[in-house]
């Protein structure tokens, strides 16, 4: 996915972060941003303290050092905050990310796969939250399906583009493909590091080990040179 892909994404987060902002009345103001931000990471960090369910809005505010009545300036509820932490999560994990516009198809994808490998690890806690509160939340789940959706769109177009340029085989389907391979990374990728399965395993040779399985799948010529 170009930068600039990636940006847009970003910023349509932003712009929904800060259209319901303005709803809550705080408007686009850097002091309302800062209070926002704290009370979003300390909702993190007490949700990966504590659990879904035993978290309090007490908990939360005494975590970013605000005063009880704050939050309530910026959220209706723990649901509410934990929408937002879901999505700010989903949005880093299910981007494809960290190849330069001129890279390669081999580059891309062992970049992409490094990517989430690290963005996997990075939020590993929270994920765990996450995967719990799915299981009985119908909003955060139509939120990771919503994602996820997005995801295998990104990576369907990815497989049709190295098809159309003819270095992958023609005969596979790209949804399944693309489907396939990236619930490969993700499945590994969490028996890595929120199962904690990962200790015995370098993330480099992950990545490395991860992209020639995409490569060898799809069937793109491993003498394509690197960049």
């Known amino acids: 996915m170009p930068n600039a892909s990636r940006e847009r994404q970003r910023d349509e987060h932003r712009d929904n972060v800060d259209a319901a902002a303005k709803r809550r009345g705080i408007g686009r103001t850097v002091r309302g941003r800062r209070t926002y931000d704290a009370l979003l990471n300390a909702a993190r960090v007490v949700f990966v303290r504590e659990g879904f369910l035993h978290t309090r809005i007490t908990d939360i505010c005494d975590e970013a050092g605000l005063s009880h009545g704050t939050f309530y300036n910026y959220f ?29 198809a081999i580059d891309r994808i062992r970049a992409a796969n490094r990517h989430y490998l690290e963005a996997v690890r990075d939020n590993a806690g ?17 939120t990771r399906a919503r994602r996820e959706d997005e995801f295998a769109d990104a990576l369907e177009r990815r497989v049709r583009q190295y098809q159309a340029d003819g270095i992958a085989d023609g005969r596979l389907d790209p949804r399944i493909a693309g489907l396939a391979l990236g619930g490969m990374v993700d499945a590994f990728a969490n028996y890595l590091y929120v199962n904690g ?23 793109i010529p491993t003498g394509e040179p690197s960049s």
């Open 126 to 142: 929270i994920i765990g939250v996450i995967q719990e509160v799915v299981t009985f939340d119908p909003e955060a789940r139509a």
């Open 197 to 219: 399965g990962g200790e015995q395993f370098d993330l480099d040779v992950v990545a490395e080990q991860l992209t020639l399985l995409w490569v060898n799948a799809l069937g």
């Open 76 to 104: 209706t509820a723990k649901e509410e905050i934990f929408q937002d932490v879901l999505d700010s999560v989903e949005l880093d994990l299910l981007t494809l990310d960290g190849a330069p516009e001129d890279a390669n």
